[in-house]
Structure formats: C-alpha cells, structure tokens
C-alpha cells in the first residue's frame, strides 16, 4: 500500500525551464516532508524539506510547495540546469518519533536537456 | 568521515544461496534502516533500528533478517535468495536536525542479482 503517490513517473525539461514534481498522501499524521535527490550509481540525498507549519520553503532555486487541505505538495526546480537530471523522490515521516520512518514517494526521473 | 558504507558494492547469488549485506556508519548515529530500490517502486523500507538493540520490520521483511551489532553496523541477511530479490539495496542513518526535522544518509548502495 503505497502511502505516499508521485506524479509523474519521468519528466523531460529543457534548460532553464521549470520542473515540476507532485505528491500526494493518505496519512494526516504525517508532519515533515522531505525531498531527495539521488544521481545515477549513488545514494539518495536530502534537497529540501519542509513542515506542514509553512505553506512554501524556498532553498535556492528549489521550492516545496505545500497544500495541507489537500494533502499534497510539490518539487519546483526554477532554470533547470543539465546538471540536476536525476532521480527526485518525495517523502513523508511523523518527526519525533525513535527511529521514525520515512515512507517514499515512487520517484521521478528528471532530464533537463541542453 | 567516511559516512555510510556498505559492502560488498556487486553480488550475484544463484537461488537458494545466502548472504549477509554489510553496513556501517561512522556519525553516531542511533538510528538505522535497510532499504530495496525497484525500478517504479520507489524505495521500500525492509527492517530498521532505532537504536543500538532493537530492530523492527519495514515494509517488506519477508525473506530477511537483520542484526545491529553496535551503534556502527547494522547487517540484513538473505537465507534462501530468490529471483525477487534481485534489487538495490540501500543501508541508511538518521540524524536528528535543529528545528524537528531529520536527514537520513545513504550509502552508495549493493546491486544485488539473483539467478
């Protein structure tokens, strides 16, 4: 059962271009939501997170955008650059809690093309 | 800081055959996880340890064991591989961040085939 639903699968952008990545989840208790990004051959890695406190994070030219009435929130990429094509996965977890656990989104492959 | 490691990097088992992943992490960390990555499925939590001493299944354990030797090292073990876990399989830790968050780090991962 996959509690936490991402959209879409895979996305081509060009340079300088917005990218736009959407997630979607079922459970209220979730209260922290971050985002990784993982390249080709390596481990995921934090980008940007957010709590369901504020409305919208900005880091750079990354932005979560986040709509608590409808559960759901999104990845921004502002000038798309060649060299953020990756895997970008959303994620949901209850902060707080001993080894508390992380449920992913299915992940997004992104291509920005020169 | 070397940061998470796991070993070995490739693997290929025929069915049947067992193994044991390899974690560690160098960050006092108390909190670690196994995960599988499968193309369209995004990453699956199959065991985790909260802290030195304790374990608890993910979302998908069956088929492995794990053991948290220390707070460093945090193994999964394949008894009897099958074809279905064939994967990539990622060791993580989680460190607790100024404002109630927490960022979880990664190792480079294990390309696990099973024939």
């Known amino acids: 059962q996959q509690q936490v639903k991402q959209s879409p699968q895979s996305l081509i952008v060009q340079k300088g271009g917005i990218s736009i990545i959407n997630c979607a989840y079922e459970?209220?208790?979730?209260?922290?939501f971050p985002w990784y990004q993982q390249f080709p051959g390596k481990g995921p890695a934090l980008l940007i997170a957010?709590?369901?406190?504020?409305s919208e994070k900005k880091e750079g030219r990354f932005t979560i955008s986040f709509n608590k009435s409808a559960k759901q929130f999104s990845l921004h990429i502002m000038d798309s650059q060649p060299g953020d094509s990756a895997t970008y996965f959303c994620?949901?977890?209850?902060?707080?809690?001993?080894?508390?656990?992380?449920?992913f989104g299915e992940g997004t492959q992104l291509t920005v093309n020169p | 800081n070397a940061g998470v490691t796991q070993t070995p990097k490739f693997q290929v088992l025929k069915t049947g055959q067992s193994m044991t992943l390899q974690c560690a992490q160098d960050?006092?960390?108390?909190?670690m996880y196994w995960y599988r990555q499968d193309p369209g499925m995004g990453l699956r939590l199959i065991y985790y340890?909260?802290?030195?001493?304790?374990?608890d299944k993910g979302e998908v354990p069956n088929g492995y064991n794990v053991s948290r030797l220390n707070k460093r090292e945090f193994s999964l073990r394949l008894e009897s591989a099958a074809p279905s876990q064939t994967s990539v399989y990622f060791c993580?830790?989680?460190?607790?961040?100024?404002?109630?968050?927490?960022?979880?780090?990664f190792g480079p991962g294990t390309r696990l085939t099973v024939l």
């Open positions: 957010i709590r369901p406190d504020v």
């Open positions: 993580a830790s989680k460190e607790r961040l100024a404002g109630g968050g927490d960022e979880q780090f």
């Open positions: 994620a949901a977890s209850r902060r707080g809690l001993p080894g508390s656990r992380l449920t």
């Open positions: 960050m006092n960390h108390n909190s």
């Open positions: 340890s909260a802290s030195e001493g304790t374990t």
């Open positions: 459970n209220t208790a979730f209260d922290y």
